[in-house]
């Protein structure tokens, strides 16, 4: 195995012999915009790749940690990923009608890389917290809500409610 392209000579064209490996490997770059796999951490993967009729089948789990920024508040923190990858390289002459985003088999090798950061992407929160109940920023001055109120007022009526504001004042008084 070089980098990710794993030489699959000894499985093609046999359905049923498969093979295990396992990667450590650092995957720079794989990030959404609030989450990212961490750049100084290998990913970690055990993977069985298994001749099928139509090519070969990569399973298994994959696990790697990650720097997130929470949605609400921007704090920056850690957590993981964990996932589980089910991927089907195809071999000439079985590929789907119409289908170019299929992972191909080429020559007697298949590259893992590009299966591997579209799984990790995949499974990267789009919208990520620091805990369930953070209170995020306040839209006027920016303090995060997580520390205390702001003085911030909320003086500013929509114009459309701007009536009920004043039919509400008339019932109270």
């Known amino acids: ?10 499985l093609l064209g046999r359905p049923g012999e498969y093979r295990d490996i396992s990667i450590n490997k650092r995957l720079p770059g794989v990030a959404t915009t609030l989450a ?13 790749i298994e001749s099928v009729v139509e090519g070969i089948l990569v399973t298994g789990p994959v696990q ?24 089907l390289f195809v071999t000439p002459g079985h590929d789907a009608a119409g289908e170019d985003d299929v992972y191909r088999v080429v020559g ?9 950061r579209d799984a990790v992407v995949l499974a990267l929160p789009l919208k990520p917290l620091c805990r369930s109940e953070c209170k995020g920023l306040c839209a006027s001055c920016g303090h ?22 004043r039919l509400r004042a008339q019932l109270e008084g």
């Open 64 to 87: 790697g940690d990650t720097r997130l920024q929470c949605a609400r508040c921007l704090a920056e923190f850690s957590s993981d990923v964990q996932l589980r990858v089910c991927e």
């Open 36 to 48: 990212r796999l961490a750049d100084d951490q290998e990913l970690e993967a055990d993977l069985r």
């Open 144 to 165: 995060d809500l997580n520390y205390g109120a702001c003085d911030c007022k909320d003086d500013d009526i929509d114009p459309r409610w701007a009536e009920l504001s």
């Open 108 to 116: 007697v090798e298949i590259d893992l890389e590009q299966m591997l």
């Open 1 to 10: 195995m070089h980098d990710l392209t794993v030489s699959v000579a000894e």
